[in-house]
């Protein structure tokens, strides 16, 4: 169905046609009454610098400074394509030519495509490297998220062995209000948690030790917060000889294989 | 009433004319010529298409194709229709809505998705002054800030958006006929603002 219009009815739509912004059918229906109507063309006239001021009153951005290069290449490959067109009325001996100028304009069409298609690639490519760097990061908050897990879990691992066995230790003279309690699972590690230690006395540290029937075996350093707490999941030898006792000594900072200090705290395993 | 227009039109009448020699150029295979248009126009023409698709890689794509049909068609232009200006204007609009079209077309995904992480946000705003004069720019813009919503809405659905009056009237939940008044004041309010500029 075609819908017709009037003069004034027109004349209302060629402001819209002016920016561009008429249906397909209205479009026409201006069109073919402008080439009639002097009245309605010096209206568009007059209307045509607002659909320009429009694109003006925009926020302005520079395009990337590739885009100019893309469409300079572009313009070249179409202008050797276009050299290589032969005149219209072409000598049949010219039909390689011509053929060969046809495959130019095909050429210069996909090279377009082709150019086109590469700043796709390219965009892809830097968005692709993007989501990859997500990835990386996301698998690396995996990671620690694993090792935090890992971390919290291994002392309930200990708590929760069949063969956990709990060691209290008593203050020593050293320390006489420190006390501590040990899990040992022979299988799985030692956790200790440990109150009232004296704060460590520059380059020292207390190092638990498995008192067994030979030689002290060390069971790891531990360092108490700043109000003689501490909490550590030890990883301890699976072949100690069967201790007697849990020892805690004050030795130098690093550790030393064999006890030399004061004992801060023991407990005896039964 | 109509003296801006010639007053206008003479104002521009420097710009305009090299831009139709450019076009001649272009039309002999000048490739610098194509350099020169593009130079002066690309800023425009971009951010028209930015705001219309706003994706940097749609954008370039439809500025590629605007000034690849330039060079191709360039001995078809008629002057007498219209400056090259508002040519380019014509055809990069046409194309970013044509683009904007077969994207409303396509399922929502990962291009909307996409479109979100590429959203421009409105830089200082920044006039190209080429075409009309600044002060012409800065009335047209003040014009449109000054204008209510339920002018604004409509001019910009159909200018930046593509959509038609009753596309408009439907998003809207508007009577058509309140949208094509509406638009119609818009428009000569704008023409008025573009006017006063060189009364």
């Known amino acids: 169905m075609t819908t017709t219009y009037d003069h004034d009815a027109l004349r209302e739509l060629v402001a819209l046609h002016a920016i561009g912004a008429l249906s397909p059918s209205e479009r026409d229906a201006v069109d073919a009454h402008l080439a009639t109507c002097a009245e309605c063309a010096a209206e568009l006239r007059a209307f045509a610098p607002v659909g320009m001021a429009l694109a003006q009153a925009l926020p302005q951005v520079d395009p990337p400074s590739s885009l100019r290069t893309a469409i300079l290449d572009v313009a070249r490959h179409d202008r050797h394509a276009r050299l290589g067109r032969p005149a219209a009325k072409v000598p049949v001996a010219y039909a390689p030519w011509l053929a060969a100028a046809a495959m130019l304009v095909l050429a210069a069409g996909t090279t377009f495509y082709a150019m086109s298609l590469q700043r796709r690639i390219q965009s892809l490519e830097s968005e692709l490297q993007e989501a990859r760097s997500r990835i990386d990061e996301g698998e690396r908050r995996v990671q620690v998220a694993l090792r935090s897990a890992a971390a919290a879990e291994a002392p309930l691992g200990v708590l929760t062995a069949p063969d956990v066995r709990r060691i209290d230790l008593a203050g020593q003279p050293a320390a006489p209000s420190a006390s501590a309690r040990a899990f040992w699972s022979r299988s799985r590690g030692l956790v200790i948690t440990a109150s009232n230690l004296p704060a460590l006395p520059a380059g020292r540290i207390y190092q638990l030790w498995f008192v067994t029937a030979q030689a002290p075996v060390s069971a790891g350093l531990l360092t108490p917060d700043g109000r003689g707490g501490l909490t550590a999941t030890l990883t301890t030898p699976s072949d100690v000889p069967n201790p007697v006792a849990l020892a805690v000594t004050l030795e130098p900072e690093g550790g030393v294989p064999s006890p030399t200090g004061d004992k801060y705290l023991v407990g005896l395993a039964n | ?199």
């Open chain 2, 1 to 199: 009433m109509w003296l801006w227009a010639a007053l206008a039109a003479v104002g521009d009448v420097a710009g305009a004319e090299i831009d139709r020699d450019l076009v001649r150029r272009m039309a002999a295979g000048e490739e610098r010529a194509l350099g020169e248009l593009y130079d002066r126009h690309a800023r425009l023409l971009y951010s028209l298409a930015l705001r219309i698709l706003r994706e940097r890689a749609d954008a370039e794509d439809v500025l590629q194709e605007a000034f690849s049909q330039a060079w191709r068609q360039a001995s078809r232009f008629e002057a007498a229709r219209g400056t090259v200006a508002g040519w380019l204007v014509t055809v990069t609009r046409s194309r970013a809505i044509d683009r904007l079209r077969q994207r409303r077309l396509q399922p929502e995904g990962v291009a909307d998705i996409e479109r979100a992480a590429h959203a421009i946000p409105d830089p200082t705003l920044g006039l190209d002054l080429q075409l009309v004069s600044a002060e012409q720019a800065v009335r047209v813009r003040e014009a449109l800030a000054a204008l209510p919503d339920e002018q604004r809405v409509p001019l910009e659905l159909a200018y930046y958006e593509g959509l038609s009056q009753s596309e408009i009237s439907t998003k809207l939940n508007v009577p058509l006929g309140t949208i094509k008044t509406r638009m119609r004041q818009t428009l000569r309010r704008l023409r008025d603002a573009l006017a006063g500029a060189v009364a």
